[in-house]
């Protein structure tokens, strides 16, 4: 199975500040790579799929990056609603993996 | 407004079953993939199984391999995930999601279904 690492689990942010999230595939995914947002009680949020594509109605402040195994997830100027938790995932090769979350907090 | 719709979680015994339903409105669920992903309580996301959009093709983690059956009905908009011999490790919030047309990501999920598998 491909091991998704992502960094950091957690960080304290402010609203205005710039977030940087990453994620490494244990082995070369292409650009098979998703990032969603969850927040508790809420369904979760694909914000980029492929990994720099963004989703529909997704606020162009999130961005994403990266390709073989190294990506990154930023969010340019953070806001009240995008405290959450955020998770890459690769669907590169079946079991589709998830990495073990970032939870952005103040 | 598309959407889906999870139902039949709760509360059962380890070694017990349970089938969970994901009804869906609002597009053509026929041409879709469709997922099952569960979150533990204070855990992150993990993927469970798919199913292709015509039931021809199923897969699952290695985790429930064996134990849990995902199946559809298209005619009537539903999806299926047949949970037996049920550990205490498969206590979670269930989420059935919907793979997008062209591209391999999770476009749209339900509001998940609580599983407490007890003794």
């Known amino acids: 199975d491909i091991q998704m690492t992502q960094s950091p689990s957690s960080l304290s942010a402010s609203v205005g500040d710039r977030v940087t999230i990453t994620c490494r595939a244990s082995?070369?995914?292409?650009?098979?790579l998703n990032w969603y947002q969850h927040r508790p009680g809420i369904a979760p949020k694909l914000l980029i799929y492929?990994?720099?594509t963004l989703q529909s109605g997704v606020p162009s402040r999130f961005s994403g990056s990266g390709s073989g195994t190294d990506f990154t997830l930023t969010i340019s100027r953070l806001q009240p609603e995008d405290f959450a938790s955020y998770y890459c995932q690769q669907t590169y090769s079946t079991p589709w993996t998830f990495g073990r979350g970032t939870k952005v907090e103040v | 407004e598309a959407q889906l719709v999870e139902s039949g979680g709760g509360l059962v015994q380890t070694g017990g079953s349970l089938r969970l339903s994901c009804t869906v409105s609002g597009f053509t669920f026929s041409s879709h993939w469709m997922h099952w992903v569960r979150q533990a309580p204070g855990k992150g996301l993990v993927w469970v199984s798919r199913i292709h959009s015509d039931g021809s093709r199923t897969t699952y983690a290695d985790s429930v391999k064996g134990r849990f059956t995902i199946s559809r009905d298209n005619a009537k908009n539903t999806l299926f995930l047949e949970m037996n011999s049920l550990r205490a490790e498969d206590t979670a919030v269930y989420y059935c999601?919907?793979?997008?047309?062209?591209?391999?990501?999770?476009?749209?999920w339900g509001q998940g279904t609580m599983v407490t598998v007890s003794s």
């Open positions: 999601a919907r793979d997008g047309l062209n591209f391999r990501a999770f476009d749209m």
């Open positions: 082995q070369t995914i292409a650009t098979y």
């Open positions: 492929a990994a720099s």
